[in-house]
């Protein structure tokens, strides 16, 4: 006959993530009590919720961060635009260590000093940039002056979030939104279209047979659709790389050692450029 108390060392039935969800939802339930009648909870509850079921506060606070700047991206585009051209918006997000009183400055500096851009709005944990429009920043742009892509030039707006997860973390989200590039491709598309039509109506006047003047008008959209797509996906898989380098230098902190380099450098090169002391 088998010991009754050898089923605690059982392991117990699976739970998938659904289920997790509603166990952890209905827990927050519980912790909070039946007096609170509201739907919202505070950090600190939270917190304590995650004591009672084992979570490391670490964890629930990486969350928490990630949470916040989840809420402020807008839902994933479902439109027709999105669905003949591709996506018009790239997102980077990764927990890095420092304080958000010194990465955002940082990432500010490097989204005006290498991708030209100028501020838009800044909020405390929050800044939105988008392209400057010199004249003289323009040729910089077109003729990679520095030898750099400038990724983010094409952009509508770049914005940076900036989350503290603890005293030596935080989480960093940047989002850059090319919906104006997008839909310079979709009116780019509907000229050609429109250009098509009119070609395909000047061959059907002319007396030319209806297989050979309905070419244009399926043809050109065809190809302005795919070359349209074509560079929106190099726009922002371009855009893509310039945000996870910018967020891999903030992980390996060369922000920091970029500055004291580039004085020194500057030091270095005023010096030299010094005429020599006659004795």
Do not use: C
Not at 133 to 142: M, P, W
Not at 243 to 265: C, I, N, P, T, V
């Amino acid at each position: 006959m088998s010991d009754p108390s050898s089923s605690s060392n059982l392991p117990g039935p699976r739970l998938d993530r659904s289920a997790l969800e509603r166990v952890l939802a209905r827990a927050a339930e519980l912790q909070i009590g039946p007096n609170d009648s509201g739907d919202e909870f505070t950090e600190e509850q939270l917190l304590d919720l995650g004591k009672e079921v084992g979570l490391p506060a670490q964890h629930l606070r990486q969350a928490l961060a990630e949470e916040r700047t989840r809420s402020i991206i807008p839902q994933d585009e479902r439109g027709i635009s999105a669905s003949i051209f591709g996506p018009s918006r790239v997102r980077a997000a990764r927990t890095v260590v420092g304080r958000p009183a010194d990465v955002l400055p940082a990432i500010d500096g490097w989204m005006q000093r290498e991708e030209l851009l100028i501020v838009k709005r800044h909020h405390a944990d929050r800044i939105v940039w988008e392209p400057r429009q010199d004249f003289f920043v323009g040729i910089k742009r077109a003729l990679k002056i520095g030898g750099r892509d400038y990724a983010l030039s094409n952009a509508f707006e770049v914005s940076a979030t900036v989350i503290a997860v603890d005293d030596a973390r935080v989480h960093v989200a940047v989002d850059a939104d090319f919906r104006a590039s997008r839909s310079r491709s979709a009116q780019q598309t509907v000229g050609t279209t429109i250009f098509g039509g009119m070609a395909t109506a000047a061959l059907f006047a002319m007396g030319v047979t209806a297989l050979v003047a309905a070419a244009p008008v399926v043809i050109l959209p065809a190809l302005g659709i795919g070359a349209a797509r074509a560079l929106q996906g190099r726009i922002v898989t371009r855009a893509q790389l310039a945000l996870e380098q910018l967020l891999d230098r903030l992980e390996r902190g060369d922000f920091g050692r970029a500055g004291a380099e580039s004085l020194l450098g500057a030091i270095v090169a005023a010096a030299n450029s010094l005429p020599p002391r006659r004795r």
